[in-house]
């Protein structure tokens, strides 16, 4: 989450970032959650990289990630039950969670009936 509120901050409607299970797992929450318009893998000899393309607003010029706040962090984890769940303004933003079945949005863990540990908020 922080590589695209870095890349936000300068302007750039493309970031790199080191390819590993939490990142392209996020991305794809956020991709069709439509946040980001695009997410893809490339490979630069032995690293693996995602290539993530922000979605910006046609008139405004800013990007559908308005603010994203990293909960959860190694030395202060924060978990939840599923009926416990916070909601990020009334619902129009989403909370990531690593769950015991994979990293998913809160709608999802509320459906499924499951909590987890708050990876971050996005709205």
Not at 20 to 46: A, P
């Amino acid at each position: 989450m922080t590589f695209i509120r870095n890349a936000d901050m300068v302007k750039k409607k493309t970031v790199r970032v080191a390819a590993t299970n939490i990142t392209e797992k996020i991305g794809r929450i956020l991709l069709r959650e439509g946040f980001i318009e695009d997410i893809r893998e490339h490979r630069e000899g032995q690293k693996s990289l995602l290539v993530s393309t922000s979605r910006y607003r046609k008139r405004k010029k800013k990007t559908y990630i308005t603010t994203s706040k990293r909960t959860s962090k190694p030395g202060l984890r924060i978990y939840s039950n599923s009926r416990e769940i916070p909601k990020v303004l009334g619902g129009m933003g989403i909370v990531i969670l690593s769950t015991s079945q994979g990293i998913m949005t809160d709608r999802e863990a509320r459906q499924k009936k499951i909590g987890g540990e708050i990876l971050c908020y996005v709205w």
